[in-house]
């Protein structure tokens, strides 16, 4: 099948090649649990700077730019945390595609409360690179208005966001409300939900990096888009995605070759490969369910008909899609 064939499919709704279609109920989804329970939204799956991105006219680009015309587009990576029952709805990293991501949670609480200037009951962020936080930017005076909305993160990224413009900004006018938590313990930021964070090895020019560890009622799920190396982290990657339901995890390159006048020592990532090695027992064991999300636009495994993508479902790794949803 080649690329068009497989966009037709896409837009009529047929799932296929790894793509879901734009509405699935919780139940269609593997792990996920009835519709009122706890679940987290994933609202994107690429690099900060997008899919396609700025100046890129690739092949792969230009796949990015059809599917984005066919409504099918990928967005900067993102989850929402959602809680039907408890009428909660959190945003997890909040990125340049915010407006269009949040049309993803379909749920009508949330809408009520994105009419009330109030859509979410906490942001979380991730760390001070340009994909994880700037959409912090149309929540505020010149977008939704929000108030008095709290923002966890870790005491450095805190401090960020308090000093800097225009955030801090946002800190004064009482719209966002910088809250930061402890690494390596439980908090309780929702009826059903708690959080831990974990930090993380990442280029901190401006504050440090965390993963997130969401626990619901049944299940956990980590949110780690962002890290240098696995051999760097002070966890051991294997046993703390088994010991989990759900990991989320850095995907960013498949090679080292993919960015010709760039070196990889300015944009330091784990290849996808090297992931897939280190997590392959946990996968063929069934121990957790590993989802690579954070792709850059350069990364082969974004093309449907590729012989990257085929080679991480054989593995039986998936690849984060938008709207996916994975019941905790």
Not at 72 to 87: E, I, K, M, N, Y
Not at 110 to 134: M, N, V
Request: negative net charge.
């Amino acid at each position: 099948m080649d690329r068009r064939a497989a966009l037709r499919l896409l837009t009529a709704g047929v799932v296929g090649q790894g793509f879901l279609p734009r509405v699935l109920s919780a139940s269609h989804i593997p792990g996920s649990t009835a519709l009122a329970d706890p679940y987290a939204l994933v609202l994107g799956t690429v690099q900060d700077a997008g899919f396609p991105q700025v100046g890129c006219y690739t092949e792969l680009c230009d796949l990015g730019r059809e599917l984005h015309a066919a409504g099918r587009g990928r967005f900067v990576s993102s989850l929402a945390l959602v809680d039907p029952d408890a009428d909660e709805y959190f945003l997890v990293d909040a990125t340049p595609d915010i407006t269009r991501q949040i049309d993803l949670i379909d749920e009508p609480g949330f809408r009520e409360k994105a009419a009330a200037r109030q859509p979410f009951d906490g942001i979380f962020l991730t760390h001070a690179h340009i994909g994880h936080y700037t959409g912090l930017a149309v929540l505020g005076n010149e977008g939704i208005g929000i108030t008095d909305t709290p923002v966890y993160c870790t005491e450095a990224m805190a401090d960020f966001l308090g000093s800097n413009e225009p955030w801090a900004f946002m800190v004064r006018q009482g719209r966002i409300v910088p809250t930061p938590l402890a690494t390596d313990r439980w908090h309780r930021v929702g009826e059903r939900l708690e959080v831990q964070l974990w930090s993380v090895p990442h280029r901190d020019e401006f504050a440090d990096t965390v993963g997130f560890v969401f626990r619901g009622p049944s299940r956990t799920l980590l949110f780690l888009p962002d890290i240098n190396d696995w051999r760097t982290w002070e966890r051991d990657l294997a046993d703390t995605v088994a010991a989990l339901d759900v990991a989320l995890l850095d995907a960013s390159f498949w090679s080292l070759d993919e960015l010709p006048g760039r070196s990889i020592d300015d944009l330091p990532h784990p290849l996808m490969s090297q992931t897939m090695d280190r997590l392959q027992g946990v996968v063929d064991r069934g121990d957790a369910e590993v989802v690579l999300t954070h792709l850059n636009n350069s990364n082969p495994a974004l093309d449907p008909d590729g012989p990257e993508r085929a080679e991480v479902e054989r593995r039986g790794f998936v690849l984060a899609r938008e709207g996916m949803r994975f019941g905790l």
